[in-house]
């Protein structure tokens, strides 16, 4: 299974720790096949009628054909190679794939992601990172990936800023670990909107990692990204609120303890549901315990 496990790394690059719903497409503005099958929902350079779609929802084969069409079309728009390679780079992950066609499926994936970044489309260079270091491609090269992430990083692109951040916390390929260039990068992502990036800023604020510790300001980073639709940072709201009222911080608020633990209790979080009976049980900042509740969490 050491190659489907390759495959299945190589796709957390390419998305968010935190999807959050898309909004459909307006009927009424007319979008390129290639843009709605495959178009990334991180690449902030795709046209604003455009909504994106999230990398496991792409369909592979319906993509390649739309993208092929679009590029013989209108052959000086890069946004379509890059797309074409993104639709390439999900068939290549598929688990029903064998190892040979993965991997020359994924070269493709990777020539087109070139040809799209030598013509200066940034989110090519993040994609390609992630083919490099991966390995997807048969062969693997980290000190060119960092290079790469390094340059869509500066030049602005959120979802690279947040991978680099991701890098630097965690001390991976030849990134060293950095809890200083980790919080500068999360919060550069989080003031370019990435709502997994104003988590990873709001856990630097609440423990002090990288940064100064200022719990109030975390709770304000993690409540933009819950607004966003992360239901990760919903749970980490409720938990920073528990917490509060056993540690006797300023923090200490039930009622908002048991408002985001339902929050994201809502979206199906077990982790949310397993503290919302918590609380039901011991009657936690409630009238009375309600121990019927607790047993349906």
Request: aromatic content about 8%; some cysteine; proline content about 5%.
């Amino acid at each position: 299974t050491a190659e489907l496990a390759r495959r299945a790394i190589a796709n957390l690059g390419l998305s968010s720790d935190d999807p959050v719903e898309v909004p459909p497409a307006d009927p009424r503005r007319p979008i390129d096949n290639c843009d709605r099958l495959v178009a990334s929902d991180l690449d902030p350079a795709r046209p604003p009628e455009v909504p994106g779609v999230a990398f496991d929802m792409v369909d592979a084969e319906q993509a390649i054909t739309a993208c092929n069409k679009a590029i013989d079309q209108n052959p000086r728009i890069a946004r379509f190679l890059f797309n074409l390679g993104r639709a390439y780079q999900r068939l290549g992950s598929q688990p029903g794939l064998d190892d040979a066609n993965a991997v020359a499926t994924m070269r493709r994936a990777r020539l087109n992601y070139d040809d799209a970044a030598k013509r200066g489309y940034v989110s090519a260079l993040n994609n390609l990172a992630v083919l490099d270091e991966s390995g997807s491609t048969g062969m693997t090269n980290e000190a060119e990936a960092s290079t790469l992430l390094r340059q869509a990083a500066q030049q602005g692109l959120p979802l690279a800023m947040y991978n680099l951040g991701l890098h630097y916390k965690y001390g991976t390929g030849d990134v060293p670990h950095d809890v200083v260039q980790a919080a500068e990068w999360f919060s550069k992502a989080a003031e370019s909107g990435l709502v997994s990036a104003m988590v990873e800023r709001a856990d630097a604020l609440q423990f002090g990692l990288g940064i100064k510790q200022d719990p109030r300001r975390a709770i304000e980073w993690y409540q933009r990204a819950a607004d966003a639709g992360s239901v990760r940072a919903k749970f980490k709201l409720g938990l920073l609120y528990l917490k509060g009222v056993f540690s006797a911080s300023e923090i200490n608020d039930p009622g908002q303890a048991l408002l985001w633990f339902g929050r994201a209790a809502a979206s199906a979080d077990s982790a949310s549901e397993y503290f919302l009976a918590r609380i039901m049980d011991s009657g936690i900042g409630l009238a009375s315990r309600q121990p019927e509740i607790s047993e349906r969490y």
